[in-house]
T-cell receptor, first 115, second 109 residues
Framework: GAGVSQSPRYKVAKRGQDVALRCDPISGHVSLFWYQQALGQGPEFLTYFQNEAQLDKSGLPSDRFFAERPEGSVSTLKIQRTQQEDSAVYLC?????????????FGPGTRLLVL | GQNIDQPTEMTATEGAIVQINCTYQTSGFNGLFWYQQHAGEAPTFLSYNVLDGLEEKGRFSSFLSRSKGYSYLLLKELQMKDSASYLCAVLDSNYQLIWGAGTKLIIKP
């Protein structure tokens, strides 16, 4: 595709509800990242995939957060039993190769509000 | 711990020049990125510095001093569309991007 796309763009969830956030990276991009961005803050790293392999999940804040990329393209970030502190923008980014010094291309983000 | 510091907010006048500073303390260094982020939109790449010195790209320039743990982004001939947040991010020894909180730049006519 022309760029990284994410869906839904906005999600309102009740506390305790499960949510699934989707990322479609640029076609052919090998590396994929998920970030969490709180209001007025920079993005915080959550997890990183190279193709279908999840190479780093050190940034996931709890075991309620789970990410997958089963076929090495589309990725889903799942949050179980959402809490109010999960409210943030979730950004996805991709890189063409496995070289992490390359520019990351970001999607528009999913704005999650947990009530 | 790892730390990236940049001013929270700056104001400048259309047509003028502004310099946004970033200081960092990270475990290792594999380069520094500047990204622009308009409100409600995705961050977009502006520059990457891994060696000391100034990189110029049109109206935008970025400077790096590794020994001082310091970078700046210089914006010339400011336009109203330059109103955005500017994020400084360092690639650490694990090749993980560590982000600053961003500098909100307000351009006044």
């Amino acid at each position: 595709g022309a760029g990284v796309s994410q869906s839904p763009r906005y999600k309102v969830a009740k506390r305790g509800q499960d949510v699934a956030l989707r990322c479609d990276p640029i076609s052919g991009h090998v590396s994929l990242f998920w970030y969490q961005q709180a209001l007025g803050q920079g993005p915080e790293f959550l997890t990183y995939f190279q193709n279908e392999a999840q190479l780093d999940k050190s940034g996931l804040p709890s075991d309620r957060f789970f990410a997958e990329r089963p076929e090495g393209s589309v990725s889903t970030l799942k949050i179980q039993r959402t809490q109010q502190e999960d409210s943030a923008v979730y950004l996805c980014a991709s890189i063409l190769s496995d070289s992490l010094v390359e520019t990351q291309y970001f999607g528009p983000g999913t704005r999650l509000l947990v009530l | 711990g790892q730390n990236i510091d940049q001013p929270t907010e700056m104001t400048a006048t259309e047509g003028a020049i502004v310099q946004i500073n970033c200081t960092y303390q990270t475990s290792g260094f594999n380069g520094l990125f500047w990204y622009q982020q308009h409100a409600g939109e995705a961050p977009t790449f502006l520059s990457y510095n891994v060696l000391d010195g100034l990189e110029e790209k049109g109206r935008f320039s970025s400077f790096l001093s590794r020994s001082k743990g310091y970078s700046y982004l210089l914006l010339k001939e400011l336009q109203m569309k330059d109103s955005a947040s500017y994020l400084c991010a360092v690639l650490d020894s694990n090749y993980q991007l560590i982000w600053g909180a961003g500098t909100k730049l307000i351009i006044k006519p």
